[in-house]
């Protein structure tokens, strides 16, 4: 039993480069979230689902897509990298009772 | 909007001493909150929970303490150690999908 695993844990990006962080559970939760943090703040939520085939926009969404094709995948998308997309990336899931988080995506632009 | 925010930006402790960290949430209809613990280059890691019809819960050497009439939360670290240096957190919970909503943290430091 894994949890909840993200990957990559750090990525360099120039402006304007796309990619996806990866976001999966073993614990057949059907919510999952995305959150960043920013340094010396909390998190902030940039887009959740509440089941497959669902999802939603967060507090943060602009720059950001997300799909829920299966139960145990949450990927986040970054279309085009900017500056302001420097940041920790965490993944979430919870199936009613507590909350696992993965370790965390530590991304710069530049 | 709604938010959760935290009193202390940073609180310095003792080894051995209580520690209380503060935290005043604006949703009065939120009905959970937890309290978490982040160690640097880790995600955050669950301490303690309570729902709002509660307004005290312990757990190991931690109590949460709810005060709903002044939206307000505290956690209280008994006899503090160095392994408890972090940033701590207050969440509360809004909404059908459980979203999870974060102060801003407290930074923990504990003095030998």
């Known amino acids: 039993n894994a949890g909840v695993t993200q990957t990559p844990k750090f990525r360099i990006l120039k402006i304007g480069q796309s990619m996806t962080l990866q976001c999966t559970q073993d614990?057949?939760?059907?919510?999952m979230y995305w959150y960043r943090q920013d340094p010396g703040m909390g998190l902030k939520l940039i887009y959740y689902s509440v089941g497959a085939g669902i999802t939603d926009k967060g507090e943060v969404p602009n720059g950001y897509n997300v799909s829920r094709s299966t139960t145990e995948d949450f990927p986040l998308r970054l279309e085009l990298a900017a500056p302001s997309q420097t940041s920790v990336y965490f993944c979430?899931?919870?199936?009613?009772?507590?909350?696992?988080f993965g370790s965390g995506t530590r991304l710069t632009v530049v | 909007g709604e938010s959760v925010g935290l009193h202390l930006p940073t609180l310095s402790v003792q080894e051995g001493d209580n520690s209380i960290i503060n935290c005043a949430y604006s949703?009065?209809?939120?009905?959970?909150f937890i309290w978490y613990k982040q160690e640097s280059g880790k995600g955050p890691q669950f301490i303690i929970d309570i729902r709002s019809n509660m307004d005290k819960r312990q757990g190991q050497r931690v109590t949460v303490l709810l005060n709903k009439t002044v939206k307000h939360l505290s956690l209280q670290i008994a006899a503090t150690q160095p392994g408890d240096s972090a940033v701590y957190f207050c969440a509360e919970i809004t909404g059908t999908a459980s979203k999870l909503t974060f102060g801003t943290g407290t930074r923990l430091q504990v003095t030998l």
């Open positions: 979430a899931s919870t199936g009613g009772g507590g909350y696992t």
């Open positions: 614990m057949n939760h059907n919510y």
């Open positions: 949703n009065s209809a939120s009905d959970y």
